[in-house]
């Protein structure tokens, strides 16, 4: 009998520890987020200190690899196209064809992403920059956002949060639209899982001590009777 219990409780919690896990995969979806989504423990990246006409195809800052899908001398460190109220020297440029998808690729995974970004614009620009998310090779979710004056240059801030974590980002901006982009001030944070899931979590190991306890003391009686 208690060998039937055994095989019973134990297969029974381990699918529920793999439910709580599995769940947010299938059931994933992404959200936009605005700055304050990234608290304390949150990164930010930028690119002040370094030089004007850096190569950013290749270029690596603070662990996040910066790739240009149309090659080199098209994206570099620079000032333009002007402060706004998420981009400030330096930042990253398009100094030629801007139709390309710059790939960044963390050094960790995270479920949350952000950037400030314009475009050479004065006009509000719908579809102005777009973010996909993958994990590994798998596409995990995307947005698009539209961008507005900022308060001169066209842009804003572009943030998204994601129920399955990434590790790399895929931009693209409306090159219709605007000639130029600029991108800066990175964000990455890992949010805290949700209240269901850690519950779940904890159900499922308050299971496995509660079934473990109970099998120590019933091994224990065992022994003892056998010694009387």
């Given at each position: 009998?208690?060998?039937?219990?055994?095989?019973?409780?134990?297969?029974?919690?381990?699918?529920?520890?793999?439910t709580?896990?599995?769940?947010?995969?299938?059931?994933?979806?992404?959200?936009s987020?605005?700055?304050?989504?990234?608290?304390?423990?949150?990164?930010?990246?930028?690119?002040?200190?370094?030089?004007?006409?850096?190569e950013?195809?290749?270029?690596?800052?603070?662990?996040?690899l910066?790739?240009?899908?149309?090659?080199?001398?098209?994206?570099?460190?620079?000032?333009?196209?002007?402060?706004?109220?998420?981009?400030?020297?330096?930042?990253?440029?398009?100094?030629?064809?801007?139709?390309?998808?710059?790939?960044?690729?963390?050094?960790?995974?995270?479920?949350?992403?952000?950037?400030?970004?314009?475009?050479?614009?004065?006009?509000?620009?719908?579809?102005?920059?777009?973010?996909?998310?993958?994990?590994?090779?798998?596409?995990?979710g995307?947005?698009t956002?539209?961008?507005?004056?900022?308060?001169?240059?066209?842009g804003?801030?572009?943030?998204?949060?994601?129920?399955?974590?990434?590790?790399?980002?895929r931009?693209?901006?409306?090159?219709?639209?605007?000639?130029?982009?600029?991108?800066?001030?990175?964000?990455?944070?890992?949010?805290?899982?949700?209240?269901?899931?850690?519950?779940?979590?904890?159900?499922?190991?308050?299971?496995?001590?509660?079934?473990?306890?109970?099998?120590?003391?019933?091994?224990?009686?065992?022994?003892?009777?056998?010694?009387q």
């Amino acid at each position: 009998m208690r060998m039937l219990i055994s095989k019973l409780v134990i297969p029974t919690i381990l699918v529920l520890l793999g439910t709580t896990f599995l769940v947010p995969a299938a059931l994933a979806s992404t959200i936009s987020v605005g700055i304050g989504a990234f608290g304390p423990g949150s990164t930010l990246t930028t690119f002040t200190g370094l030089p004007s006409g850096v190569e950013v195809n290749g270029l690596t800052v603070d662990g996040i690899l910066f790739t240009y899908s149309l090659g080199n001398g098209l994206l570099v460190i620079d000032g333009g196209p002007g402060t706004t109220n998420n981009v400030a020297p330096q930042n990253i440029v398009s100094v030629g064809n801007n139709t390309g998808v710059l790939t960044l690729t963390l050094p960790s995974f995270v479920d949350t992403f952000g950037y400030g970004y314009a475009l050479l614009s004065n006009a509000s620009i719908a579809n102005a920059t777009s973010i996909l998310l993958f994990s590994g090779a798998t596409q995990v979710g995307s947005l698009t956002y539209n961008g507005v004056p900022d308060p001169s240059f066209s842009g804003g801030f572009a943030g998204i949060q994601s129920t399955i974590p990434f590790n790399s980002v895929r931009l693209t901006f409306n090159a219709a639209a605007a000639p130029a982009f600029a991108v800066d001030n990175i964000r990455t944070a890992i949010s805290t899982p949700e209240p269901p899931t850690v519950l779940l979590i904890g159900i499922g190991f308050g299971a496995l001590l509660i079934y473990y306890r109970k099998r120590s003391q019933s091994f224990m009686g065992s022994r003892g009777s056998d010694l009387q």
